[in-house]
Every structure is written in structure tokens, then in C-alpha cells.
Nanobody
Framework: QVQLVESGGGLVQAGDSLRLSCATSGRTSSSYAMGWFRQAPEKEREFVAAINWNGGVTYYTASVQGRFTISRLNAKNTVALQMNSLKPEDTAVYYC?????????????????WGQGTQVTVSS
């Protein structure tokens, strides 16, 4: 009943920027916490960034700190991930997730809903 759809992935070169978006539909709420995770082939899913229900709390994994920014957008309960200075090691499928209690967390098991993922490939 709650659906998340990621968009904005693609193939870019090292140093370029991408902006990912996560749009919600169904019985969604603007009070959800939102997170971004990524997974490369044969590696475990990795936390990237999270934002709480009102945007006042954000978390980032150390490898993207200063390069990526998570933000809540006003239109259609959308959350964005701005990715700057991309590196080949950022290559992965990026997943959007929602947590119904509104509290941001770095742990994947804390999220209730997941999108299908969008591929980000960074070439050198």
C-alpha cells in the first residue's frame, strides 16, 4: 500500500554529480523518516544517508560526508539525494527506504518500506 520509486540514476564519470529522487505513493505520510542505502554486487547493503520526519536530523556514512546531501522536498513527499564529486566506488544500486515512526536510523532493519532501486555507475 506504500510504494517508493527511485529515479535519477545513470552512468556518469568520476567527478560528476547526480541527483536521486524518491517519490512516495499509496497510503504514505510526510511523517516518515527516509533513508538511502546502496548495494554493489556480492556486497552487503550499506547505509548512505537518512533524514528524520521533519528534516531536522540527518545522518551520513563517513565515505559520503561532505559530498552527498539528503533533503526533504515539498512536492509529493519526495526525498532527494544530491551526490557530488562522484567516485567509482560509489557505483551501486541505490535504494530508498521509509520508516513509519519518523526517527532516522542507520540500520536497514529499521525501515518498513523499500523502493526497487536505481543503478548508479561511475566510470573513471
Amino acid at each position: 500500500q506504500v510504494q517508493l520509486v527511485e529515479s535519477g540514476g545513470g552512468l556518469v564519470q568520476a567527478g560528476d554529480s547526480l541527483r536521486l529522487s524518491c517519490a512516495t505513493s499509496g497510503r504514505t505520510s510526510s511523517s516518515y523518516a527516509m533513508g538511502w542505502f546502496r548495494q554493489a554486487p556480492e556486497k552487503e547493503r550499506e547505509f548512505v544517508a537518512a533524514i528524520n520526519w521533519n528534516g531536522g536530523v540527518t545522518y551520513y556514512t563517513a565515505s559520503v560526508q561532505g559530498r552527498f546531501t539528503i533533503s526533504r522536498l515539498n512536492a509529493k513527499n519526495t526525498v532527494a539525494l544530491q551526490m557530488n564529486s562522484l567516485k567509482p566506488e560509489d557505483t551501486a544500486v541505490y535504494y530508498c527506504a521509509a520508516r513509519s515512526n519518523g526517527v532516522a536510523t542507520r540500520g536497514a532493519t529499521g525501515y518498513d518500506y523499500w523502493g526497487q532501486g536505481t543503478q548508479v555507475t561511475v566510470s573513471s
